[in-house]
């Protein structure tokens, strides 16, 4: 590469629960720099959430946390051309791009959900999720069914 790698930015932690991973998955939701809305919607999502999971002792965080590691991949497949004939070659992912894409499903699937706000549809597909059901966890178990499939391509990593 003839440029330097540009420096990471460094995320504040968001004012509630003072975590940066909830600072992150906010910037992902936000849509035209509103930040705030962005904010208004995680945070009324998880206080449905919350009163959804009444019979579950962890607290709306904590399930948030746990469907996002349930929709977080461990393998994803790259398109790798090979003497004219393109392969689907099963590669492991960084921990960084697992949670980048686990969010990005989450926030995806929740927008093509039926509902009235996003708050709720983000809620709805939080729950799902952390019942290992919904269509972020559908896409994870794609990614990883074709991996499998794809096995015997393994040895063309680049």
Avoid: C
Avoid at 7 to 32: E, H
């Amino acid at each position: 590469m003839r440029k330097a790698k540009p420096k990471k930015r460094i995320l504040l932690p968001d004012p509630k629960y003072k975590d940066i991973l909830v600072t992150k998955f906010v910037n992902d939701l936000m849509v035209s720099g509103k930040k705030s809305v962005a904010y208004g919607i995680f945070y009324d999502a998880l206080d449905i959430v919350s009163s959804r999971t009444k019979k579950i002792e962890s607290s709306a965080i904590d399930i948030w946390k746990k469907s996002l590691n349930n929709i977080t991949p461990a393998v994803e497949v790259k398109s790798k051309r090979v003497g004219g004939a393109t392969f689907q070659v099963p590669m492991e992912i960084r921990d960084e791009r697992k949670v980048s894409i686990s969010i990005k499903n989450m926030i995806y699937y929740s927008r093509k959900r039926s509902g009235r706000s996003m708050a709720e549809k983000l809620a709805t597909e939080i729950v799902a999720a952390y019942n290992s059901e919904g269509g972020a966890f559908k896409k994870k178990e794609d990614t990883h069914r074709m991996a499998e499939a794809n096995k015997a391509f393994a040895h063309f990593r680049f």
